[in-house]
């Protein structure tokens, strides 16, 4: 298993630091990607950030991660409330997984309540802003000294 720790990203979340800065926050990934590397960087990890809007591309990025990923931190997007297909491959995954979602989505819609992806991750970070992805990633790395 390699040492990097992939960090997804489902639909438009490539908008980030772009719209909606009240629920989302300033913040792009880029931003994301660089204070997760430095949380990661600290117990000789890397990380691999990847967004797609398209729900089979996910697929296979998480299908990849079996051979080269150590963790997956995953915001699944919207594909959180209603993809079976993401559920499946997590499940496929050996290592840690962490769910992340920048707003609280149970303070949201009763339809966002609802995560498939839940019912595979290790940890949920949700509400914590884009903070949350490197919350996560320092609790991958805390799992992957244990
Ligand atoms: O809170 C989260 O991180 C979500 O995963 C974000 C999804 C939403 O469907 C989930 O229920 C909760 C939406 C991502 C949209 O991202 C945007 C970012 C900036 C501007 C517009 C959309």
């Known amino acids: 298993m390699g040492k990097t720790i ?4 489902g639909p438009n979340l490539n908008l980030l630091g772009q ?7 300033h913040e792009t990934l880029a931003d994301v990607e660089a204070a997760c590397r430095a949380v990661a960087a600290g117990d000789g990890h890397e990380v691999a950030l990847f967004q797609s ?9 998480i299908h990849a991660a079996r051979e080269t990923a150590a963790a997956i931190v995953i915001n699944p997007g919207a594909y ?16 840690p997984v ?3 979602h920048v707003s609280n989505i149970h303070k949201r ?4 309540h609802r995560s498939y992806v839940s019912l595979r991750a290790d940890g949920v ?6 903070e949350g992805y ?3 990633v320092r609790r991958v790395c805390s799992l992957l000294r244990n």
């Open 6 to 9: 992939h960090i997804l990203n």
């Open 53 to 61: 809007n398209h729900e089979g591309k996910i697929v296979d990025r």
């Open 80 to 95: 959180t409330h209603t993809s079976i297909a993401f559920l499946d491959a997590l499940n496929a995954f050996a290592g």
């Open 98 to 100: 962490i769910e992340v």
């Open 109 to 112: 819609e009763a339809f966002r």
């Open 134 to 136: 490197a919350l996560a």
């Open 19 to 25: 719209r909606e800065p009240e629920l989302y926050g």
């Open 125 to 130: 970070i949700a509400g914590c802003g884009v």
